[in-house]
């Protein structure tokens, strides 16, 4: 009897330790076969990518983008994460990227970029090599040709777009888990001018220079141009033209003239640039305007832009009709921009 006594501790001290293993065993069963389907019960986090701050407010990513380079930083600063992916231009945006990860909370950068105009382009180069100290170094620089204080960009750009998300939260939880996408800004931009005779008169391409100035040759990781580089863009295209034009009088006729295309990089509201096509052979101005006052001019017929700001980065492909009579005398009453017809201002700012 007293021997029985013994032995019923013993037993149930037993008991509950082999539950206890089993029940360990059994939640890290359970845990696996609710997340088989995933794969394991790790986290996996799947950062998403989102363009929609364009004119048409679609997003545009899966049509647009065709290279992604990702930045992960802790929150004291340092790098834990980087990526570069190439992927096919899609009409849909079904793309991310898996970082493995602890759970935490991270600051996350995108540099990214898409396909050029041409087959000769200039791209961006991203700072800080292949380990960044800090996200700060994480800035974009165009290549320059010439020298001080003759610098100018002559080449087609490769789309540049950029995406910052701080303090993003990755839970500690199993399975895929997907991350609030990075909301992405064009920026680099498409200019095409155009400058037509009324008179029908032909303009030779050759006899005309045109240069844009800019500081804007350096983006910080904050997306915003800084250092007090200048130099000018230059045309990589230009082509005689003829077009079909009204007179002041709405009269059809023809003109002809000649066409230039620029790229530049991101364009900003409280930024002048001034735009300045002169004659070769003299040497003298036919144009010289302020140039983002003169975009600005459009941004009412925009609905979905809030802001001067937010016109700039989400219209990327600007066109202007400049119209002359008797040679190189512009007509400064009228010009079209993006194809909406404006009367310059007239206040002594040309």
Same mark, same amino acid.
């Given at each position: 009897?007293k021997?029985? =006594?013994?032995?019923?501790?013993?037993?149930?001290?037993?008991?509950?330790?082999?539950?206890?293993?089993?029940?360990?065993?059994?939640?890290?069963?359970?845990?696996?076969?609710?997340?088989?389907?995933?794969?394991?019960?790790?986290?996996?986090?799947?950062v998403?990518?989102?363009?929609?701050?364009?004119?048409?407010?679609?997003d545009?990513?899966?049509?647009?983008?065709?290279?992604?380079?990702?930045?992960?930083?802790?929150?004291?600063?340092?790098?834990?994460?980087?990526?570069?992916?190439?992927?096919?231009?899609?009409?849909?945006?079904?793309?991310?990227?898996?970082?493995?990860?602890?759970?935490?909370?991270?600051?996350?950068?995108?540099?990214?970029?898409?396909?050029?105009?041409?087959?000769?382009?200039?791209?961006?180069?991203? +700072?800080?090599?292949?380990?960044?100290?800090?996200i700060?170094?994480?800035?974009?620089?165009?290549?320059?040709?010439?020298?001080?204080?003759?610098?100018?960009?002559?080449?087609?750009?490769?789309?540049?777009?950029?995406?910052?998300?701080?303090?993003?939260?990755?839970?500690?939880?199993?399975?895929?888990?997907?991350?609030?996408?990075?909301?992405?800004?064009?920026d680099?931009?498409?200019?095409?001018?155009?400058?037509?005779?009324?008179?029908?008169?032909?303009?030779?391409?050759?006899?005309?220079?045109?240069e844009?100035?800019?500081?804007?040759?350096?983006?910080?990781?904050?997306?915003?141009p800084?250092?007090?580089?200048?130099?000018?863009?230059?045309?990589?295209?230009?082509?005689?033209?003829?077009?079909?034009?009204?007179?002041?009088?709405?009269?059809a006729?023809? +003109? =002809?003239?000649?066409?230039?295309?620029?790229?530049t990089?991101?364009?900003?509201?409280?930024?002048?640039?001034?735009?300045?096509?002169?004659?070769?052979?003299?040497g003298?101005?036919?144009?010289?305007?302020?140039?983002?006052e003169?975009?600005?001019?459009?941004?009412?017929?925009?609905?979905?832009?809030?802001?001067?700001?937010?016109?700039?980065?989400?219209?990327?492909?600007?066109?202007?009709?400049?119209?002359?009579?008797?040679?190189?005398?512009?007509?400064?009453?009228?010009i079209?921009?993006?194809?909406?017809?404006?009367?310059?201002?007239?206040?002594?700012?040309?």
């Amino acid at each position: 009897m007293k021997m029985q =006594n013994i032995r019923q501790p013993f037993t149930r001290t037993c008991l509950l330790a082999l539950a206890a293993i089993m029940l360990t065993i059994t939640t890290a069963s359970c845990r696996k076969m609710l997340y088989e389907y995933e794969g394991d019960c790790d986290p996996r986090y799947r950062v998403h990518f989102r363009y929609t701050r364009n004119i048409l407010n679609t997003d545009a990513f899966g049509s647009q983008v065709s290279r992604v380079s990702l930045y992960l930083f802790d929150r004291q600063g340092n790098l834990v994460y980087r990526t570069t992916r190439q992927r096919a231009l899609t009409a849909d945006n079904d793309f991310y990227i898996e970082v493995d990860v602890e759970p935490g909370v991270y600051d996350m950068l995108a540099w990214c970029e898409g396909e050029p105009l041409t087959d000769d382009p200039v791209s961006f180069l991203i +700072g800080g090599g292949e380990n960044p100290a800090s996200i700060d170094e994480l800035s974009a620089t165009l290549p320059l040709e010439g020298r001080e204080p003759q610098l100018y960009s002559g080449r087609d750009i490769t789309r540049l777009y950029h995406g910052i998300a701080t303090g993003v939260e990755f839970p500690d939880t199993f399975g895929a888990i997907d991350i609030a996408p990075i909301d992405l800004t064009r920026d680099t931009n498409h200019l095409t001018l155009q400058i037509l005779n009324t008179d029908g008169s032909t303009i030779d391409p050759s006899n005309l220079s045109v240069e844009l100035e800019a500081e804007n040759s350096c983006l910080n990781y904050l997306n915003r141009p800084v250092g007090e580089r200048k130099f000018v863009y230059t045309p990589w295209s230009q082509k005689p033209v003829n077009a079909d034009i009204a007179d002041e009088s709405g009269r059809a006729g023809a +003109g =002809n003239g000649v066409q230039f295309e620029t790229t530049t990089g991101r364009l900003i509201a409280d930024m002048p640039q001034r735009l300045t096509i002169r004659r070769v052979d003299t040497g003298g101005t036919v144009i010289e305007i302020p140039l983002i006052e003169y975009l600005l001019l459009v941004r009412s017929e925009y609905e979905v832009a809030t802001s001067n700001q937010d016109y700039l980065d989400r219209y990327d492909d600007y066109s202007m009709v400049f119209f002359m009579q008797g040679g190189y005398n512009w007509i400064k009453s009228r010009i079209l921009i993006n194809g909406w017809r404006r009367v310059p201002p007239q206040d002594g700012i040309l």
